[in-house]
């Protein structure tokens, strides 16, 4: 146990008392049932259909329906599970193409307690098991899709700490951590503050897009408060960034959100701009989510893939 492991799990008991603090001074509604599992397995590909395979369950029910749908689909994937002082869990994750340069795609499978957690995180796994139906055979010959569901991310990413800690992370030349990506329409890559080869290659593929840079797609700095499992990647001297979708027309609003934590922090619990005003809460619903935004991020991956080959 290091020092910034006790940090990490400080933070992390703070999220949960702070979610849980927003959930009681709102009206709870009821929040719907979870699709059943065997229909989600059986049914069409689109990232919104498969957003279903998560929302709405616990976090044993999330890992282990992750499990059923890789299992049920003859996937070919790797099971990484661990257990700290922090919490526990299961990371999965599945290899596409056979080149020696690695992009490692991330969408965390668990939820803060109490919050369906659709929003978050489960449209980002829906559009990853989306592309993994699609991405195999476009995957350009010099180059690995690793695609990465981890578990326990809501403790301070543990489960890609742990990751990061328990495997290889050779060949990996860079690094995109999905949160939030079911509402809005336009992309934001952010933690991008330093300039590497890796952020040149995600902008040009959104600009191979006909997306405008500061319209279409946005590019931020470290953000504070907020974080995800790339910061793991990261710390490991890896190009590693997150991609949030927001919605275009609260970009400004957003701004001052996120970079100003602490004015934001206590202001803000009365009036969030979108996607936040969802973000932990109960209130973080499949109803909420936006087939075109999941599916304008899974465009903008497609389009990176092809543009790292
Ligand atoms: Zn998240």
Redesign the pocket.
């Known amino acids: 146990m290091t020092l910034r492991d006790v940090g990490f799990f400080l933070r992390g008991r703070l999220n949960r008392g702070v979610t849980r603090l927003l959930n009681a001074r709102r009206s709870v509604t009821a929040p719907a049932d979870p699709a059943p599992l065997d229909e989600v397995l059986r049914g069409d590909g689109a990232p919104l259909a498969l957003a279903r395979l998560v929302e709405g369950r616990s976090n044993p029910e999330r890992e282990a329906a992750m499990a059923a749908y890789l299992t049920a689909h003859g996937m070919d994937f790797a099971r990484h599970g661990f257990a700290t002082f922090e919490g526990r869990g299961e990371n999965f994750s599945v290899d596409l193409g056979t080149g020696d340069r690695v992009l490692v795609l991330i969408a965390?499978h668990d939820?803060v307690p109490g919050s369906p957690g659709a929003n978050?995180?489960a449209a980002?796994v829906g559009i990853l098991l989306h592309l993994l139906g699609r991405l195999g055979p476009r995957v350009p010959s010099r180059l690995r899709v690793r695609v990465l569901f981890t578990a326990a991310?809501?403790l301070g990413y543990l489960g890609a700490r742990a990751y990061v800690r328990d495997t290889s992370l050779a060949g990996i030349v860079g690094v995109l951590s999905l949160?939030?990506c079911g509402i809005g329409d336009s992309l934001t890559v952010w933690d991008a503050g330093d300039d590497s080869a890796f952020l040149r290659h995600v902008t040009g593929a959104f600009d191979g897009l006909g997306l405008r840079r500061d319209d279409g797609y946005h590019v931020v700095g470290r953000i504070p408060v907020f974080g995800?499992d790339h910061r793991a990647f990261a710390a490991a001297g890896i190009a590693a960034y997150g991609l949030t979708m927001v919605p275009s027309q609260e970009a400004e609003a957003l701004r001052r959100f996120v970079l100003s934590p602490a004015r934001s922090a206590f202001r803000h619990l009365v009036r969030r701009p979108p996607p936040f005003d969802t973000y932990h809460t109960s209130r973080d619903g499949l109803a909420t989510l936006e087939a075109p935004a999941l599916q304008r991020t899974a465009l903008a991956l497609e389009a990176l893939v092809d543009e790292l080959g």
């Open positions: 965390h939820a978050d995180n980002a991310e809501e949160e939030l995800s």
